[in-house]
């Protein structure tokens, strides 16, 4: 079989209207919106309306995703859908996703990987196109994570947002695509980033609402400190795979969770801000669909062309973390 790597033809977004500025969180917990800012880089996020859970924004981002390819629902063979917030425990909200976008047995799946979510499920998406079993793969980020925060807890309310991202994986032309990744998993850090009512361990009681164990919880500092060791080191590792320079890198697509980690990481490695997008001035951390929002800005904003050599890159829960190096394919 002629084997292809997978290449993103299409990317689409889906960002709530609501906008919650550092102001409106700091009435709800013992914060500034100064505070938020300066320790972060946050300065607004969006917030799914009542009605909205993540499979909705999950299908408009795919929806835009598939027009922005010139495809249609029809041509896709497989949904992978990376979520920590799921619409519920299930059905997966991928086989939701593909009932919204009218399709019948095409192959769909939810993958949880935390906020790399978007990562493992572009690398798992891959495989199927470079195998050849199948040619269209749509690969969604999509997060509701308001609904699962505990408002008055002023580390976690304070850098989570809504959103979802979706590209479309397709076989490459030779050279270009995804070129390499990796991944890595380190489950002795499970208690820093953790949701720990709603599944068979703990199933929701009212004395596990009443301790507010169905809401997230977050150790910051441990996360941070593990942030700084990974990324970087998850950057060299992919970029050593496919044999790559970091000066040959002209874009890094990171997970928007916070601008300081992000400052620290370029400084470890030397590389220049400017070679990073950072938009979670805007939209907070959106869990695993930051990275694919992101990418759409930069590519809106003209900061990827045809051969460029970019690298995207997420950590999360689990803990979990992983790279993808691709020759951007531009149409
Ligand atoms: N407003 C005001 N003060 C706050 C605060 C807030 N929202 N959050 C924490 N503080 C306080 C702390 O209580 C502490 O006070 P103390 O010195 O009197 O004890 C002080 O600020 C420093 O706390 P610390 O937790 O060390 O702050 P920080 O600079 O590490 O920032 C985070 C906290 C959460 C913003 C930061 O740790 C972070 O971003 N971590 C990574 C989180 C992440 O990426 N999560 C998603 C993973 S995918």
């Known amino acids: 079989m002629d084997k292809k790597n997978a290449a993103i033809t299409g990317v689409g977004i889906c960002v709530p209207n609501q906008v919650l500025t550092n102001d409106e969180v ?20 969006r917030i799914a309306s009542p009605e909205q859970a993540a499979s909705d924004l999950g299908v408009i981002a795919a929806e835009q995703a598939l027009t922005n390819a010139g495809l249609s629902a029809k041509d896709v063979d497989l949904i992978i859908a990376a979520t920590a917030t799921p619409d519920m425990l299930f059905p997966a909200t991928a086989c939701i996703i593909q009932h919204k976008l009218g399709l019948k047995n ?13 990562i493992y499920a572009l690398n798992v998406g891959s495989h199927f196109i470079t195998s050849g079993q199948y040619r269209t793969v749509l690969v969604i980020g999509t997060e509701v994570l308001s609904r699962l ?15 979802a991202g979706a590209v479309v994986l397709q076989p490459a032309l030779p050279g270009y695509g ?52 990974k990324v970087p080191e998850a950057i060299n590792q992919v970029l050593a795979l496919s044999q790559t320079s ?86």
């Open 106 to 118: 095409t192959a769909a799946f939810d993958l949880e990987a935390g906020c790399s979510g978007f």
């Open 246 to 331: 970091l000066e040959e890198v002209s874009l890094i697509v990171p997970h928007q969770a916070n601008l300081r980690i992000l400052e620290a990481v370029a400084r470890v490695m030397d590389i220049s801000m400017d070679k990073f997008i950072v938009n979670m001035d805007r939209y907070g951390n959106t869990s695993s669909a930051s990275i694919p929002i992101a990418l759409y800005e930069a590519l809106a904003e003209g900061r990827i062309n045809h051969g460029d050599h970019i690298v995207l890159t997420g950590f999360g829960a689990g803990l979990t973390w992983g790279s993808i190096h691709m020759c951007w394919q531009a149409k």
């Open 149 to 163: 925060l505990d408002w008055e807890d002023r580390e976690t309310s304070v850098i989570m947002g809504d959103g």
């Open 26 to 45: 700091a009435k709800y917990t013992k914060t500034t919106a100064e505070w938020i800012e300066s320790r972060t880089g946050i300065s607004k996020r």
């Open 178 to 229: 995804i070129l390499s990744c990796c991944l890595g998993a380190d489950g002795s850090g499970g208690e820093y980033l953790r949701l720990p009512a709603g599944g068979s361990r703990m199933p929701i009681t009212h004395q596990a609402i009443d301790q507010k164990m169905h809401l997230f919880k977050m150790n910051g500092p441990e996360v941070f400190r593990f942030a700084m060791q």
